[in-house]
């Protein structure tokens, strides 16, 4: 079993709110992120497959796949977007960190063919990331 | 479903590392340049992981603002711009990156229950890095 990572970037606004608390709990819970105008991050998006090595190609996965299904399930749609308001899973949950490793890991894992997806981590900045590996 | 989270914090710090154990020969053999009797310093990186359930409510595994004021009140107070062997965990333990990770874990363990303690590992210099993930980890 052989582990290949991909890394990607994207850009993107959001801000933390849940309809369901108080504005005093929403301050109080996300602090500055509750700002309603949003704020941005530079995200590094780092996908890991794994699989065994083919003897033919001496691949894992075809990494031009692996790229092509990344720029199209994933910064297609998050890249210089308003998570809150432009991509359909923020519309009901927080685009927190964690969701978006658990959002990006439900895109990625149906369209992935050759290799299994193993992790997906997400940098909200270099000194804070999140992992996925698909748990329950 | 369980996410990951990693957060990284930075202190600076002082140490030498000598045993009392060793002769002065043995000391210098072992340790080489840690071994300098007026000490050295390092800008130490830490990486937190804890682990849970994501909440429903808040999309989080802990609030990060707990988890930072936890760490900066009981492990960045502590440590950054110190002399390591003048502290009491190491005045019997040399304060190897290897027994300051163990100590920053069991600080963690101890006293936050926000989220489950995954690892605590430090890097010394970008050159090396230790981690640790309790005792029952093999």
Request: charged share 25%; glycine share 4%.
């Amino acid at each position: 079993m052989v582990y290949l990572t991909r890394k990607a970037e994207f850009s993107a606004a959001h801000y933390y709110h849940n309809p369901e608390f108080t504005s005093e709990e929403n301050q109080r819970v996300f602090g500055k992120c509750n700002n309603p105008n949003g704020h941005g991050h530079n995200y590094t998006l780092e996908v890991t497959v794994k699989g065994e090595v083919d003897p033919k190609s001496g691949f894992v996965v075809d990494l031009k796949q692996l790229k092509d299904v990344m720029s199209r399930e994933v910064l297609d749609a998050f890249d210089h977007r308003f998570l809150n308001k432009e991509v359909p899973e923020f519309l009901t949950k927080i685009p927190t960190t964690e969701n978006l490793a658990i959002a990006i890991w439900q895109r990625l894992a149906p369209k992935l063919k050759a290799a299994q997806l193993h992790r997906v981590r997400v940098y909200e900045t270099p000194d804070l990331f999140v992992d996925f590996y698909g748990e329950a | 479903m369980k996410a990951h989270l990693t957060r990284r914090y930075m202190f600076s710090a002082s140490h030498r590392l000598h045993s009392d154990e060793m002769s002065e020969e043995e000391n210098r053999a072992t340790y080489g340049k840690c071994n300098n009797p007026y000490g050295h310093g390092h800008n130490y990186t830490i990486e937190v992981t804890v682990s849970g359930p994501v909440d429903d409510q808040t999309g989080m595994v802990c609030n990060l603002a707990d988890l930072d004021a936890f760490v900066h009140n009981q492990v960045l107070e502590r440590y950054d711009h110190q002399n390591l062997n003048l502290l009491s965990e190491f005045v019997k333990q040399v304060p190897t990156t290897e027994n300051l990770c163990i100590a920053i874990y069991e600080i963690m363990k101890r006293g936050f229950h926000n989220a489950h303690l995954e690892k605590v590992r430090i890097e010394e210099t970008m050159m090396n890095s230790f981690e640790y993930r309790g005792e029952s980890a093999r």
